[in-house]
């Protein structure tokens, strides 16, 4: 059977990030995609110029409309803005209680501008990790979560994925994935953690500079993969080998004039 997958994040109106991005990548990776707008950015490659929310009880009226009708069986959370929707977000899915949760802590775009107000974290922090099954932060997002400066070693990167792992509800099989990609140097070592088992996933840093919603596009992967995969850690090589391929074969497009997006239909067109 096809899953149903939803995205509950924001629209990049250039197409890399986002809803957007979200809905290509669980596309290309065999679910059905639906999506939960919860707000607005006026966005290219080259930054984010104005950000405007969605009401909270408009966000929850999508929400609580979907799952009425649509059988869900993961959902991936990415930039939610303020904190008043961070916590209708986090209340609409305790009550629905999907199978999957993605929670890909969005703060920062590519460009360096902020996506997240800091009200908005701690409700993040308080509210919807518990709710995850998997978190995906880099290493800035990571240090911000536990209120600390980002690391730079792979050993430093271990004893992060455990601090994290401790803000998560322990009921369940619930898992980090903290991206290396911003570690110095030429790798790009994944840390996953659930507790107990603790998996790197090497990589190799690809020279390109289109990697806009490289983030968006990891977590809407593992929104599409968890239903269809046995376990965790297969869904998560999975989805990193798909964001692998896109990122190769970005340079294909010929988006903007800044950070462009990753090729989510690599394997098609």
Known sequence: MTPNTLTIASVDPSGGAGILADIKAMSALG??????VAALTAQNTLGVTGIAPVPPDFVAQQIDT???????????????????VTRTVAERLAHWKPAHIVLDPVMIAKSGDALL??????????????????????LPEAGVLLETSPVETLK?????????RR??????????????????????????YDGDKLI??????????????????????LAALLPQTDSFPEAAQRAKDYLVSAILRADDLAVGHGHGPVHHFHQWW
């Open 31 to 36: 679910a059905y995609g639906t999506a939960v």
């Open 66 to 84: 979907l799952f009425s009708d649509v059988r869900i069986d993961a959902v991936k959370i990415g930039m939610l803005g303020q904190q008043p």
């Open 117 to 138: 107000e800091k009200p908005a974290i701690a409700e993040l922090r308080e509210s919807l990790l518990p709710l995850a099954t998997v978190m995906t932060p880099n």
């Open 156 to 164: 430093e990167m271990r004893r992060m994925a455990e601090r994290l």
């Open 167 to 192: 803000l998560m509800n322990d009921n369940g099989h619930r898992w980090v994935f903290l991206k290396g990609g911003h570690l110095p140097g030429n790798d790009t070592i994944d840390v996953l």
């Open 200 to 221: 790197e996933l090497p990589g190799q840093r690809i020279a390109t500079r289109n990697t806009h919603g490289t983030g968006c596009t990891l977590s809407a992967a």
